[in-house]
């Protein structure tokens, strides 16, 4: 890009490179207050039944609202708290507002509702991951059995074994491990066969592409988890044409907007058992 803008161009590449790059430590250091200013926010959004609109459960997505700047969405502000290590702080936050949420959803005992809290594989690295897992369970009295983790299928590439165990530990608990944005990561299906994987969420370019060869794929992919017994969920269902696809092909559960956005756990918990079919 520097080369075709000319001599010129040079300069104002590298001035772009430095705003970005300030741009990057200035949200840092904002991120690492962000919690204890109370910045933060978790969202849920429902997970429901593709055959009748009930709900099963949720996805816990976390918000930062900053003081100056207003929303800085997910996408810019996780690879961030990734790459410096402050994803440790932010995910045991989010994890413990989620089990309080489940504990709260599940206190009345009429319909069970699990919650997925979404993790990066930098949590992986971490030896004490189970450890911060049992703790705020245990604090927040949450049963495993109301919690479910996303996690991407890159991390099931990373460091084989002690990713292996740290999910043998987590589902031995009773926690469901769900894998995210499935078919959009590597394709080596042989991770599918060795690690303890509950349930498949199809990657929202598969819903939303009028492609017929997605469809296929989409009914591909129910077929490989009926066959390794693991539930579906398809995520970002927007249209009632997309809902009836699935329920004709069997998928079990869908998320997205057609159901109702992400929204902040006061407004969460008002929304009704049976949501828009
Ligand atoms: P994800 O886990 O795949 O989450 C689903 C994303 O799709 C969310 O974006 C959600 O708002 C959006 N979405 C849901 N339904 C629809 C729909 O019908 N249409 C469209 N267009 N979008 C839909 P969001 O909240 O911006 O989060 C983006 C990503 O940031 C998440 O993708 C996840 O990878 C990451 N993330 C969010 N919260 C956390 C967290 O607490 N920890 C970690 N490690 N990552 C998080
Ligand atoms: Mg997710
Ligand atoms: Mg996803
Ligand atoms: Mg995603």
Known sequence: LA???GRGGFQFYSRQLTE???HRLMLESELRRAIERGELEVYYQPKVLVENGMMVGSEA???WHHGKMGMVPPAQFIPIAEDTGLIADLGRWVFREACRTAAQLNADGSVPHKVAINFSSRQFQRSDLVQMVTEIL???ACHAEWI???ITESLLLDQ???TLATLCALRTKGISIAIDDFGTGYSALNY???FPIDTLKIDRSFISSDDKRSAELVKAILSIARCLGQSVVAEGVETVEQAAFLRASGCDAAQGFLY???LPKAEFVKLPQFLSI
Do not use: G, H, N, V
Request: aromatic share 4%; no cysteine.
């Open 138 to 140: 245990d604090e927040t």
């Open 260 to 262: 109702s956005k992400p």
């Open 148 to 150: 479910e983790i996303e």
């Open 20 to 22: 970005d790059a300030q």
């Open 61 to 63: 997505l976390l918000r």
């Open 192 to 194: 599918l066969a060795r």
């Open 160 to 162: 084989q074994y002690e």
């Open 3 to 5: 080369k075709r803008l």
